[in-house]
């Protein structure tokens, strides 16, 4: 049965293997499904990159810390470095991150930032962090962050 080349607009990619791939191509034409083979192996999966990578601690953007000694995170925005903003944090009485580790006596490291979400775009980061924040409240997590505890006050305990 041939189609109609009006009709023909159904396409499909099909991983091109051999050429088995080939025969199953053809019978997909006889029902009106256009094959698109595609290989996997491009030349981009054998280079190797050799841009050095940079340290957490050099980078920008939404960033969590977690308390060596128990499940307290905070999680933050930065358009600077993380290396700059979490040794602000850790010698600050206005950090929650400080407040916490002076109250408990726990301590953290480097080892315990990650970097969720790099970037430099303050609105974008400012939505991805509220959506980092929501994220791990709905988890459950032991937040340190204060502006929660602001949300809860504004916005009642819905």
Known sequence: MKVPKDLDLNWRKIRYLNEDCLKIGEEFKKVGIQP??????????????????????KKSGIYS????DCDAMYIGMT???????????LRGPDSHVDQHM???GHSFDM???SLLHGGNKRRKLCCLEMMY???AV???ANMLNGQLKAEIVLFGDD
């Open 79 to 89: 358009m600077r470095s993380i290396g700059t903003r979490v040794s602000e944090h």
């Open 65 to 68: 810390i977690k308390c060596a």
């Open 138 to 140: 709905e988890r459950g």
């Open 102 to 104: 002076s109250t408990t």
């Open 111 to 113: 080892s315990n930032v």
């Open 36 to 57: 698109a083979f595609y290989n996997d192996k491009t030349t981009g999966k054998f280079l190797i990159n050799n841009k050095p990578r940079s340290d957490i601690d």
């Open 133 to 135: 924040i929501q994220e």
